[in-house]
Nanobody, 112 residues
């Protein structure tokens, strides 16, 4: 079955960086577009970034454009989200999604 496991979350100060990873198994990872979403307390889940099968095409929400970078390594069945210049409003649980599956999420807290 589809398994997506996020890692790399944690507590970081404003202006800092984190790199999230999403390890995928149970499906043809290299044939699937992949996405990152996030959900802040009391808010709906929102799309953060999308990457196509070979990583040649990406999309970013306006709120993260220029600060976040989505990438993937099809040889490792892993997707990444490099997050720079983090802001308190980036605090959320970050989820990866692909092949109609979801990970369990990883918590990102941006606070001084």
């Amino acid at each position: 079955q589809v398994q997506l496991v996020e890692s790399g979350g944690g507590l970081v100060q404003p202006g800092g960086s984190l790199r999230l990873a999403c390890a995928a198994s149970g499906f043809a990872f290299s044939s699937s577009g992949m996405s990152w979403y996030r959900q802040a307390p009391g808010k709906e889940r929102e799309l953060v970034a999308v990457i196509n099968t070979f990583g040649h095409s990406t999309y970013y929400a306006d709120s993260v454009k220029g600060r976040f970078t989505i990438s993937r390594d099809n040889a490792k069945n892993t997707m990444y989200l490099q997050m720079n210049s983090l802001k308190p409003e980036d605090t959320a649980v970050y989820y990866c999604s692909g092949w109609n599956g979801w990970g369990q999420g990883t918590q990102v807290n941006v606070s001084s």
